[in-house]
Structure formats: C-alpha cells, structure tokens
C-alpha cells in the first residue's frame, strides 16, 4: 500500500491527537469526550479558560437505553449533583435538577431535557449557576459548534453491549 502525503498527515493527526487526549477531556469548546469508554457516543463543551485541574463543562450523551443525557462535569469542590440554573445567551433560562450516576460525569440532568438540548445546540453561550455550594471559578461555555458535534455524537447513537452479552449473541 503506498500512503500519500495527505494519508501520512492524517495518520501523523490521529496519532499525535491519541497521545494528547487526556488533556483535551477539559479543552474549551465543543468536541468529542475523550473519557475512557466514550467514544464518539458524547459531546463535551468546556468553558473558557478550563484546565485539566479547574474545568467546568456540560456534555451530551447517548445513554444506554438510545436517551440522551446532559450531564455536568465539573472540578468543582464537593461535586455536581443539587439545583443548577442554566441561561443560555442571558434570555433563556433552565432551572435543572442534577443526580449523580453511573456515567464518567458527575452528574446527570433529570427529566425533560429537549429544551435544553435544544438551546445547547442553537445558542451562542451558556452561563452555568449552581443554587447551593462553591461557585464556579469560570462558568461561560460557548457554543460555537455544540450544533454540529452534538448532532454527530446523537447521530452515532448506539448503547454499548456488555462483553459477555456480545459474545453470546444477545
């Protein structure tokens, strides 16, 4: 197989992005989650000014049972789980119940999160306010691009199977 320049470049890419993927987890922006086991099934959009120590961000997930989760993850002291309002460009406001779960965030948003989803995707910031607990050191996520990788991360919807279930067919 002979490889092309371009075929080298993206392969020099793939590569050079698998070595940096840990410190891309808290990367302002919207991108693909790259916490172990996600895969291309969330999108995770961190404010600006995150660090892998300090970071605030939302993601949005394919779940197991094809629903979609919203999810804080956050470095935040004493964690993410109580009342949360979520403002979208200073006019659209989310008032949100967050629980802890099983997932690689800390938590889960409950209920009904269409509209949220929705004013994720066609926003232009979100300002994150926790109603108990620590504020957040830095709390704006743009949303520039939240569009076009949550669609692709709800596109690829698929729940995971567990190994010993693949294995039998099941």
């Given amino acids: 197989m002979k490889l092309t320049t371009a075929s080298m470049m993206r392969l020099a890419g793939v590569a050079v992005s698998a070595l940096t993927s840990p410190a891309l987890a808290q990367q302002a922006g919207w991108h693909y989650s790259p916490l172990a086991g996600e895969g291309d099934?969330?999108?995770?959009?961190?404010?600006?000014?995150?660090t892998p120590q300090e970071f605030v961000c939302?993601?949005?997930?394919?779940?197991?049972?094809?629903?979609?989760?919203?999810?804080?993850?956050?470095?935040?002291?004493?964690?993410?789980?109580?009342?949360?309002?979520?403002?979208?460009d200073k006019e659209d406001g989310h008032e949100v119940e967050a629980k802890p779960d099983g997932?690689?965030?800390?938590?889960?948003?409950?209920?009904?999160?269409?509209?949220?989803?929705?004013?994720?995707?066609?926003?232009?910031?979100?300002?994150?306010?926790?109603?108990?607990?620590p504020d957040l050191p830095r709390n704006g996520i743009t949303l520039d691009g939240s569009?076009?990788?949550?669609?692709?991360?709800?596109?690829?919807?698929?729940?995971?199977?567990?190994?010993?279930a693949a294995s039998l067919g099941q």
Avoid at 41 to 50: P, Y
């Fill in 41 to 50: 099934r969330a999108a995770l959009g961190c404010a600006i000014g995150s």
């Fill in 58 to 88: 939302l993601a949005v997930r394919c779940e197991d049972d094809f629903s979609v989760g919203v999810h804080f993850y956050t470095s935040r002291p004493g964690g993410d789980a109580g009342r949360w309002r979520i403002d979208i």
């Fill in 103 to 133: 997932s690689p965030y800390n938590a889960r948003i409950e209920g009904d999160v269409a509209p949220l989803l929705e004013a994720l995707k066609n926003g232009g910031l979100a300002y994150l306010d926790p109603k108990a607990g």
């Fill in 147 to 164: 569009l076009y990788v949550i669609n692709q991360a709800l596109y690829f919807c698929a729940p995971r199977v567990p190994p010993a």
